[in-house]
């Protein structure tokens, strides 16, 4: 019973995420709340066992969040 809810609090989790990227207006906002879903998605594939596929989401998540941060400097941060 205990494994369900902590399966429903990160799914929960995910789709708060989510709504906040689909909806923000600011970039670098979205950068982080990116990181973020990363971050859950990592802990999402070690609870279910896989952590060859949470360490490739770790990585990549990460790399590309730094990417997006320095992208950042030559763009405008707020959408229209």
Not at 2 to 26: H, P, R, S, T, Y
Not at 47 to 67: K, L, Q
């Amino acid at each position: 019973m205990q494994i369900m809810i902590f399966e429903a609090a990160l799914l929960i989790f995910l789709i708060c995420i989510l709504v906040g990227i689909i909806f923000n207006k600011d970039l670098f906002a979205v950068t982080i709340l990116f990181c973020a879903f990363s971050f859950s998605a990592v802990m999402t594939y070690l609870f279910f066992g896989s952590p060859d596929v949470a360490f490739t989401e770790a990585v990549i998540g990460t790399m590309s969040t730094v990417y997006f941060a320095v992208a950042l400097k030559k763009v405008n941060r707020f959408c229209k």
